[in-house]
């Protein structure tokens, strides 16, 4: 690994004498480069205390991988990743076990920080392929990459098609940007929406007595945060999905943005029963959704959609960010609420060895099985009952254990 690592710097140099890509690969090195992070970081993901939680507190990842760009004393980009053990599969249990092992440097969303355009994009290219192609890492895989990245297209030039993993379908991701105030928001909504939104709120009004949202927002109230959060998460299908909220690495996550002053917390209560949650983080003029969920039992009454509406005018109180992204995925609640989207997907790439190609050929065959199942579900018009019923799985044997 060492003799491939030194290898880098010299194929970054022959591009350009005054450039220089350098691979970082322990926390001590990535320390010189700790003023640039700070100034170039621009997502919850990459903030660098948060990257350093992530990277050493969960075992299959093996260390934290940066790149950065150099143009004399100047760190120009930053390219944040963790090298992982992974089958790189969506399958799961024992059908992922069948993939291949391989040693992956996942790119993490909002990681390619700084100016990574034109000549520095292609530097980067450069060294990736020759990285692969020594054996330093089996793929890459950058992590839900925006569809109108260069990225996409430059990499043809760079690695042929073999190299390059199948591409899955797209995810939606959608933002608010924020109107001048909460009312012009509102009044902004389709009308349907509208009325549905006061039907609701009537329903909620009618056969409860008491409605009421607390709002935490200080380190103070953590064990208050993750209780409610995980009482609630804990009776839906996201509780199979989700991390434990009582578990060790959220409540470091959780306490990490509280102590920072960055993580506003909403739940409603239906006569003194907390029913659902909408938790939002602040960071750097744009406010996040970290996680939304809403107990079943109260799903007639739009509760998730109630609590949702009332995080955001908490954000209109506050002043402070002008836009609310809520995240990866495709949801009705984000279709209703957002003025914009993009696509993203997985860009994963393969060095040109056996294990490589290998990997690519299994990982192909199986995103063309998933994508068949796929349609006959939908031309069967069973598509949305299995969805339903995974969700429902998940829920059950979840509560079981």
């Known amino acids: 690994m060492q003799a491939v690592a030194q290898s880098l710097g010299g194929i970054a140099r022959q591009e350009s004498i005054s450039s220089e890509i350098q691979l970082l690969t322990t926390f001590e090195q990535i320390e010189s480069v700790s003023k640039a992070w700070e100034q170039l970081q621009w997502h919850p993901n990459a903030d660098a205390d948060f990257f350093r939680l992530i990277t050493e507190g969960r075992k299959e990842i093996k260390g934290p991988c940066v790149l950065a760009l150099r143009q004399g004393e100047q760190v120009k980009a930053l390219l944040a990743g963790r090298v992982r053990s992974s089958h790189l599969s969506n399958l799961p249990g024992l059908a992922a076990a069948m993939q291949p092992r391989l ?7 909002g990681g390619m920080m700084g100016d990574w355009s034109g000549e520095n994009l292609d530097r980067l290219l450069v060294v990736l392929k020759a990285s692969l192609a020594g054996g330093l890492w089996h793929a890459v895989r950058f992590r839900m990459l925006n569809l109108q990245s260069p990225l996409w297209e430059r990499c043809r030039s760079y690695f042929p098609k073999p190299c390059r993993g199948s591409v899955d379908a797209p995810n939606f991701h959608w933002s608010l940007r924020l109107p001048k105030s ?3 928001f509102y009044r902004g909504l389709d009308s349907k929406i509208r009325k549905n939104l006061n039907r609701h709120r009537k329903h909620l009004e009618t056969d409860f007595s008491e409605i009421s949202v607390s709002q935490f927002e200080r380190i103070e109230d953590l064990d208050r945060i993750t209780s409610t959060t995980e009482a609630i998460v804990s009776k839906t299908y996201q509780k199979g999905l989700e991390r434990d909220w009582r578990g060790e690495e959220m409540m470091k996550r959780v306490s990490l943005w509280l102590r920072r002053g960055h993580f506003m917390a909403c739940f409603l209560h239906l006569n003194g029963r907390a029913c659902a949650y909408q938790h939002v983080l602040k960071y750097q003029g744009r406010a996040f959704g ?8 109260f799903q007639r009454y739009a509760v998730g959609r109630f609590i949702q509406l ?3 005018e908490k954000l209109y109180e506050q002043r402070d960010v002008t836009e609310l992204d809520f995240g990866l995925g495709d949801a009705e609640y984000k279709r209703e609420l957002c003025n914009r989207h993009w696509e993203e997907a997985d860009l994963v790439l393969f060095g040109p060895n056996r294990a490589g190609l290998l990997a690519n050929a299994m990982r192909a065959g199986e995103m ?7 349609r006959l579900l939908k031309s069967a018009g069973m598509f949305g009952w299995a969805k339903d019923a995974w969700r429902e799985s998940r829920r059950k044997s979840h509560r079981k254990g």
């Open 103 to 109: 040693k992956v440097l996942e790119v993490i969303y």
């Open 182 to 184: 909460y009312e012009e």
């Open 290 to 297: 970290v996680g939304t969920a809403y107990d079943p039992g």
């Open 310 to 312: 009332k995080a955001l």
């Open 368 to 374: 063309a099985a998933i994508r068949l199942a796929i």
